[in-house]
């Protein structure tokens, strides 16, 4: 079975330009999840999914940071405009909750997003 | 103080040596613990669940202590493949909404 698969891997922009990372869940999952990660904070929830409706986006940093998930496979999230303290790695994750002790996530590989 | 807390290390060990390291975390309510794995410019993936009474899964031994709020991680007869991240994570409540440790670095050495 496929994983969670994210696009693009690296995504190098100029500031104040629109970045769009998309991700699709593996077939099934319930729950999307968006991660950010950097050395300084760690990895970062961002903001949450279950059946494709936004649960809690109380880690969306500010208004210039967008997320949707218009069908159960896909889901974007968009910069806009994009500022060099973006710079991180992004992950993807999905999981099926089968009870409060086994809500295993399944990470994509991540995009790496530079901007400069 | 952070949700979840871990020394970063690294704990730099020598291969066949025994390493363990703790996490701590601030909410008493938390329900559920975990401990994912980070290879370097890899994603995380789930070790092991961590459950109250402890256990073990190979190598590796995971403990709860609910009155000191920590969960520990134990890794005996290290092999260099070991080396990675370890992160330490907990559901704080109802939800799925689990909370992520900075980790911990293991390096594992010949």
């Known amino acids: 079975d496929a994983g969670v698969i994210q696009s693009p891997r690296h995504e190098v922009t100029e500031m104040g330009q629109e970045v769009t990372l998309r991700c699709k869940p593996i077939?099934?999952?319930?729950?999307l999840f968006w991660y950010r990660q950097t050395m300084m904070r760690g990895l970062e929830l961002l903001i949450y999914?279950?059946?494709?409706?936004?649960?809690?986006d109380s880690g969306m940093p500010e208004d210039r940071f967008s997320a949707k998930m218009p069908n159960a496979s896909f889901s974007t999230l968009k910069i806009q405009p994009s500022e060099p303290r973006d710079s991180a790695v992004y992950f993807c994750?999905?999981?099926?909750?089968?009870?409060?002790?086994?809500?295993?996530?399944?990470f994509g590989s991540g995009t790496q997003l530079s901007v400069l | 103080r952070k949700e979840v807390e871990q020394d970063p290390g690294p704990f730099n060990v020598p291969e066949g040596a025994t390493v363990a390291f703790n996490c701590t975390y601030s909410n008493s309510a938390s329900q559920s613990f975990f401990w994912y794995r980070q290879d370097c410019r890899k994603e995380p993936k789930l070790l092991m669940s961590v459950y109250s009474s402890g256990n073990e899964d190979g190598r590796f031994t995971a403990q709860l202590n609910r009155a000191s709020q920590y969960i520990s991680l134990l890794i005996r007869d290290s092999k260099l493949s070991d080396s990675a991240t370890y992160l330490c994570?907990?559901?704080?409540?109802?939800?799925?909404?689990?909370?992520f440790g900075g980790g911990t670095r293991v390096l594992v050495k010949p």
């Open positions: 994570v907990v559901n704080k409540a109802a939800g799925n909404k689990l909370t």
């Open positions: 994750a999905s999981s099926r909750r089968q009870g409060f002790n086994n809500e295993k996530l399944f």
């Open positions: 077939s099934g999952h319930d729950y």
């Open positions: 999914f279950n059946n494709n409706v936004p649960i809690d």
